[in-house]
């Protein structure tokens, strides 16, 4: 999951929450770079719930189903 601004810079506070046929999914922070904050997990093949949000920004929240094998990389942006 990378979470940027509508501007595509990186977001303070960001906060990302992704719920999956097991119930919540713990992710890793992976990097905070020039582009956006990175979030990933390892994830058993199904649908997931991912919530973003940020103070002073609308939350966002996208539905993605994954297949057996399949990666997915979900761009997010908070609006103010």
Do not use: M, W
Request: hydrophobic fraction near 30%.
């Amino acid at each position: 999951v990378e979470v940027a601004g509508a501007d595509g810079a990186p977001v303070r506070g960001t906060q990302v929450r992704c719920n999956g046929p097991e119930g919540e999914v713990k992710l890793a922070r992976r990097s905070t770079g020039e582009r956006a904050r990175e979030y990933c997990a390892l994830v058993e093949p199904g649908y997931f719930r991912v919530t973003a949000s940020a103070p002073d920004r609308a939350p966002r929240e996208h539905t993605v189903r994954l297949a057996p094998g399949e990666e997915k990389r979900i761009q997010v942006r908070l609006e103010r």
